[in-house]
């Protein structure tokens, strides 16, 4: 079994990142080569700006290239949750910002000619217990009514048609996103960037910034840069000179295992829609099968950081939930566990904008595969003096109370999350 992640591990060569030090200048320089970061760059170079993308480590080393291959639409929390939390209209507004984020993502590898496995297969959400069948029945016609008639509730018997499971209930399904390798999404996206004219910078830890005249000047352990314009996109950054952002998220381990290739007549049986799946447990599940007929299994399953040979205990605990889950693939051998960070938002929604100068977008609390490439695009946008354009421009970002920039919390919040999912 390797401890590494399966998108990252399959996806081509990645050739255009620059070798040499990090020095000159640049009108923008972002940090963070994720999605967020990658899809700036792209926008930003085709419409003329130079730009130096600098990242710690390897390009969509974070969650970008480790994460569980769904596009969605849909909020991080439930509509019905959403609509009582911000009041329909924001409701709604954050549904429409996700239904964007996923057209974005489709016309990118439109424009841009990715070949990264994309399947509009929509996203199925899976009752875990019988009683939570009536909530989905709730939240599917209050999204009906508000905001997207292109959704169905599927019944029990529905349910197995979809997926050979004594595990469910019910199910919400939501037609419109899908799913696609994220390695070669990655890979595509960064390629395009350089296309524009942006220069990609790999093991450009950045250690400082500093106001220099009109701009700001970057230090990074491969040298120093100077831009008129910064665009932070470094999500759950545990190092580094971020820490007003560190106090605003949460950074939330969640795993992943992926099986050996699975026989097709066994797939057809088991998965035969090949969605994206979820679950509705707070400690939920999410899979799908991968474009060699693997199936990626994920959750949160412990509530700790991932660190590599700790994400191995992570990796049992799901393969004991796919086994419960899926008897049929019990046997199934695990080729790839890893883990990765999710930029948690104490309200669940992105945030992003500007703080003292320096642009931002980050915080898609686990939401982010359509909704970082979406602000990638909509922060050149900003960035351009298009603030409007920005979904998220509205909304308070307090520090999470008692948040230090460690996570000190994390293991309290997980056994509140257990015991909540017994009773709930
Ligand atoms: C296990 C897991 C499963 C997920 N599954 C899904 C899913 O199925 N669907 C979905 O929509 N979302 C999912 N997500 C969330 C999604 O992957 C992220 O929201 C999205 O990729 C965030 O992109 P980003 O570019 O903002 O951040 P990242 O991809 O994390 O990129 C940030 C980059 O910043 C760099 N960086 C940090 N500090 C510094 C520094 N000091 N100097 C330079 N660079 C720095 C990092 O090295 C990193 O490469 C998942 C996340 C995880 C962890």
């Not at 700036?40 to 480590?57: C, F, I, N, P, W």
């Not at 314009?229 to 000179?241: D, E, K, N, Y």
């Not at 057809?268 to 693997?294: E, G, I, Q, S, W």
Request: glycine share 12%; with cysteine; proline share 4%.
């Amino acid at each position: 079994m390797k401890l590494d992640s399966y998108w990252l591990d399959t996806a081509p060569p990645l050739l255009s990142a620059c070798e040499g030090p990090v020095d000159g200048g640049a009108d923008v320089v972002v940090i963070g080569a994720g999605f967020t970061g990658l899809s700036a760059a792209q926008a930003l170079g085709k419409r003329g700006a130079s730009v130096t993308v600098l990242d710690a480590g390897r390009i969509g080393g974070g969650a970008s290239g480790r994460n569980g291959g769904q596009v969605n639409t849909g909020v991080a929390q439930d509509f019905v949750a959403l609509a009582a939390q911000l009041g329909m209209e924001r409701a709604r507004a954050c549904y429409r910002a996700f239904a964007d984020a996923v057209d974005t993502v489709e016309r990118l590898i439109r424009e841009e000619n990715i070949d990264c496995d994309y399947l509009a297969t929509g996203k199925l959400k899976l009752a875990s217990k019988p009683h939570h069948v009536a909530h989905l029945e709730k939240t599917a016609a209050l999204i009906r009514r508000e905001v997207d008639t292109n959704i169905e509730l599927l019944d029990r018997e529905r349910i197995r048609d979809e997926v050979q499971s004594e595990s469910f209930y019910g199910g919400l399904l939501q037609r419109h996103g899908g799913q696609m390798h994220m390695g070669k999404f990655t890979v595509g996206l960064a390629d395009a960037a350089v296309r524009h004219g942006a220069k990609l910078y790999e093991h450009a830890a950045v250690s400082a910034i500093v106001k220099d005249g009109a701009g700001y000047r970057i230090t990074t352990t491969r040298g120093e840069v100077r831009a008129r314009q910064v665009l932070i996109a470094t999500g759950p950054s545990r190092h580094g000179p971020f820490g007003w952002y560190r106090r605003r998220l949460a950074p939330v381990g969640s795993f992943i295992v992926v099986t050996e290739p699975l026989a097709p007549e066994l797939l057809a049986r088991v998965l035969p829609k090949r969605r994206a799946y979820t679950t509705t447990r707070l400690m939920h599940n999410y899979f799908r099968v991968t474009p060699d007929a693997r199936l990626l299994f994920g959750g949160r399953a412990r509530f700790t950081a991932s660190e590599r040979p700790s994400d191995a205990k992570s990796g049992r605990i799901l393969q004991e939930g796919l086994a419960a889950m899926f008897p049929a693939l019990a046997n199934a051998r695990i080729d790839y566990c890893w883990g990765g960070l999710v930029d948690m938002s104490a309200d669940r929604l992105p945030h992003a904008g500007q703080h003292d100068g320096v642009y931002f977008s980050m915080g898609y609390s686990g939401h982010g595969t359509q909704m970082s490439t979406h602000m990638g695009q909509v922060m050149a946008d900003v960035m351009d003096g298009r603030e409007a354009r920005n979904p998220w421009r509205e909304s308070e970002w307090p520090a999470i109370p008692g948040h230090t920039g460690k996570p000190w919390f994390l293991p309290l919040v997980g056994t509140y999350y257990r015991i909540k999912d017994i009773f709930y």
